[in-house]
Each structure stands twice: as C-alpha cells, then as structure tokens.
C-alpha cells in the first residue's frame, strides 16, 4: 500500500437536479460527528496499482455498487495530513435511496484501551445537493465538487 496516495470516486445523478452522493465514516468514533466529516469512497492505493482501478475497487468496497459508465477526471487534491487523493467522477441514472453494504475494519475501542472490534468502514451513503454537501464534506475534497461542475459546465 502506498500511505500517502489514496483514490476515490464521487458518484452524481442528474435526475432531480444535481446532487452527489458522499459517504460517512463507521464506527463510534464518527458516530455523532456530521458536517465535514462526509466524503466520497476511497481509499488507499496498492503498490504499483493503477489509481483508477484502485479508486473503483475501494468504491466497490465501500459501498458494494458496481460503478460503471463514463469516468470524469477530477485531478488531484491534497488532504490535511499531506495524504494525496486522486479523484473522478461518474454517472448514476437516479437519485433514490442508495443501499450500501460496507467492507469493515478493526480499530481499538476504546481509544488505548487495547480492545478491538470491529466496524463498517461505511456507516451510510447519501445524496446531497452541492449546496448542502459543501457543508457535509471535508473541506479538502470540496475541490472535486467544484471541478465537477466545471466538467459538466464544459460538456453543455
């Protein structure tokens, strides 16, 4: 794995209007944290791993939605602790209730208490209107949010 390099998609739909769909992260740690805690699937690159094939594998993951269609290029972004995502973006045909089914993790709970259980990495996905997502979404990725508009902006 490649710490520093992570890859993720951001899935939107047209139907009703723009709208994104974001995922939360699981566990008690996250459980009442909301606004900027939001982002989209990613994850951690492997050794020599296309960032592409990586970032739709950990969507996959993630969720348990097979993404397909045409992906957006979203270019790069650089997180708060110097961890770099690579971004694209792509088409969903709705906007209804996304059922997701999330790959889980084991942390230690509580914090240094030498306990572990077991997460979802995931504990929910929705969309949100751009709007209402730059409020959900770390503020690091909002960058992906404003070059998809400038995408779908380009293909008018």
């Known amino acids: ?45 492997e050794e020599n791993e296309d960032h592409l094939q990586a970032a739709v594998r950990e969507f996959e993951e993630e969720t348990g ?20 995502v690579y971004g694209w973006a792509f088409e969903c045909p709705t906007d209804d209730a996304v059922t997701i089914k999330s790959n889980t993790c084991q942390v230690e709970w509580p914090p240094r208490s030498g306990k572990k259980i077991i ?9 949100f209107s751009i709007e209402n997502a730059k409020v959900k979404m770390k503020k690091a990725q909002q960058e992906f949010l404003d070059r998809l508009l400038s995408s779908l902006d380009k293909d008018k």
């Not at 520093?4 to 995922?23: C, D, Q």
């Not at 993404?67 to 997180?79: D, K, R, S």
């Not at 997460?119 to 969309?127: A, Q, R, S, T």
């Open 119 to 127: 997460i979802p990495e995931v504990d929910k996905g929705e969309f």
């Open 65 to 84: 939605i097979k993404p397909a269609g045409e992906f957006i290029p979203l270019g790069t972004i650089v997180q708060k602790g110097g961890k770099v």
């Open 1 to 45: 794995m490649t710490k520093n390099i992570s890859a993720g998609l951001l899935m939107f739909s047209r139907k009703n209007g723009l709208k994104v769909f974001l995922i939360h992260p699981g566990g008690p740690f996250f459980a009442k944290k909301d606004d900027d805690y939001w982002g989209i699937p990613k994850g951690l690159t």
